[in-house]
């Protein structure tokens, strides 16, 4: 496996992997329809997503933003998108790049790194946890989804 910084070439790819793995275990936008958007945009371009390739293959990716553009919050970093490609899951991608985020995090000047999940998404949920992610708030039945309402949780960690 080999994790990487995204690149202008990366656009389409990615794009088609965000569509690919949309679901309400962990999307609450509605499911991308045609014509879609760039995945890139004003707010986050090649440099604020790493990505991981096995076998030369591009098969997920993290996006590390800023919570808020406050510069008295510039010392935290929050993950904001986890995607891995369906046949890669198992395979430690997701461990990987977060793991490779919070080396990011640090290298930037980073104090701290944080995250929401939704309450029911137990496989992401878990894997942040057992990186030392902990729960610091949640927002209970914050978004309705397929007719169930759903908390939005916030997880953080020390860098």
Not at 37 to 50: I, K, M, N, S, T
Not at 90 to 102: F, I, K, N, S, T
Not at 151 to 159: A, I, Q
Request: include cysteine; proline fraction near 6%.
């Amino acid at each position: 496996m080999h994790i990487r910084h995204a690149t202008l070439d990366d656009e389409d790819t990615l794009g088609r992997l965000d569509r690919a793995t949309w679901s309400t275990l962990h999307a609450v936008s509605p499911r991308p329809q045609p014509p879609y958007e760039p995945f890139y945009g004003e707010r986050f371009g090649p440099r604020d997503h790493l990505v991981a390739e096995l076998d030369g293959v591009l098969v997920g990716y993290l996006r590390l933003g800023f919570p808020t553009p406050l510069a008295c919050n510039a010392h935290v970093r929050q993950i904001q998108g986890l995607v891995v490609a369906e046949k890669a899951r198992g395979a430690g991608v997701g461990r990987a790049l977060l793991r490779a985020a919070q080396e990011e995090a640090r290298r930037l000047g980073a104090r701290r790194i944080t995250l929401r999940v939704l309450g029911h998404n137990a496989p992401a949920r878990g894997l942040y946890e057992s990186e030392g992610f902990v729960v610091e708030g949640v927002l209970p039945e914050e978004f309705l989804l397929d007719g169930k309402y759903v908390d939005d949780v916030f997880m953080g960690r020390s860098l």
